[in-house]
């Protein structure tokens, strides 16, 4: 199939409610145009520089994504277009994102990657770092950015109990400060586990290979 049949199949077979990110890291921008041409204006990229190369060579309706770890050192680069940013793992990078922001005159949206997996390489805040984040008048700080939502990866395995349990936790965390905090974005689910996602409250998910085909 390609992409554009991808796309199209992945908008029917998803609720309306849900938002799909094409993850294009590693991808030409010839690939990201068939997406484009077929509907698609959310990509996800993993390095700022790439997402920076492809913002500047292609249309300006596309909304981009930063969704893998962001180095504080480079967060300038991004600043002046990115949409969302999906990882913020730690108060030093809301710090530089609000520097950033400001700088560029904007409000930059943002999620809180929430640690729910086991694994030590998956990034993001503990349970209870992000309830202390919520319950205290810490983001007041940062008037130039904009928790959305909550953002977590499960772990990569074939026991869907664990991956079930853990997405469970996301949601709860983000149910529980989804109205004093005006969350609205659920970030959870990829190409191998976005069904049972959804099934927990996904708003958003983080399709790649599935659309684009393997790197």
Same mark, same amino acid.
């Given at each position: 199939?390609?992409?554009?049949?991808?796309?199209?199949?992945?908008?029917? $077979?998803?609720?309306? /409610?849900? #938002?799909? %990110?094409? %993850?294009?890291? &590693?991808?030409? %921008?010839?690939?990201?145009?068939?997406?484009?041409?077929?509907?698609?204006?959310?990509?996800?990229?993993? @390095?700022? +520089?790439?997402? &920076?190369?492809?913002?500047?060579?292609?249309? @300006?309706?596309? +909304?981009? /994504?930063?969704?893998? /770890?962001?180095? &504080?050192?480079?967060?300038?680069?991004?600043?002046?277009?990115?949409?969302?940013? /999906?990882?913020?793992?730690?108060?030093?990078?809301? @710090?530089?994102? *609000? @520097?950033?922001?400001?700088?560029? *005159?904007?409000?930059?949206?943002? !999620?809180?990657?929430?640690?729910?997996?086991?694994?030590?390489?998956?990034?993001?805040? &503990?349970?209870?770092?992000?309830?202390?984040? =919520?319950?205290?008048?810490?983001?007041? *700080?940062?008037?130039?950015?904009?928790?959305?939502?909550?953002?977590?990866?499960? #772990?990569?395995?074939?026991?869907?109990?664990? %991956? +079930?349990?853990?997405?469970?936790?996301?949601?709860? !965390?983000? !149910?529980? =400060?989804?109205? $004093?905090?005006?969350? #609205?974005?659920?970030?959870?689910?990829?190409?191998?586990?976005?069904?049972?996602?959804?099934?927990?409250?996904?708003?958003?998910?983080?399709?790649?290979? $599935?659309?684009?085909?393997?790197?």
């Amino acid at each position: 199939m390609s992409i554009a049949d991808n796309i199209l199949r992945f908008r029917e $077979s998803i609720p309306p /409610h849900v #938002t799909l %990110v094409a %993850v294009s890291k &590693t991808k030409p %921008v010839a690939d990201l145009m068939e997406a484009y041409e077929a509907g698609q204006r959310i990509f996800g990229e993993n @390095k700022i +520089q790439e997402m &920076t190369e492809k913002w500047e060579e292609m249309p @300006k309706d596309i +909304q981009w /994504h930063m969704i893998g /770890h962001v180095q &504080t050192n480079k967060v300038k680069f991004m600043a002046p277009f990115v949409s969302l940013v /999906h990882a913020v793992d730690r108060i030093k990078l809301l @710090k530089e994102i *609000n @520097k950033q922001a400001l700088a560029n *005159n904007r409000v930059i949206d943002v !999620l809180i990657q929430v640690k729910i997996a086991r694994e030590d390489s998956k990034f993001g805040m &503990t349970v209870d770092d992000v309830i202390s984040l =919520f319950q205290s008048k810490e983001l007041d *700080n940062y008037p130039n950015v904009n928790v959305v939502g909550l953002m977590g990866m499960a #772990t990569f395995t074939d026991d869907q109990r664990q %991956v +079930q349990a853990e997405f469970e936790l996301l949601e709860g !965390l983000f !149910l529980r =400060f989804r109205e $004093s905090a005006n969350l #609205t974005i659920l970030s959870s689910g990829m190409s191998g586990d976005y069904k049972l996602a959804i099934d927990n409250g996904s708003t958003m998910i983080r399709v790649g290979s $599935s659309i684009f085909g393997a790197r």
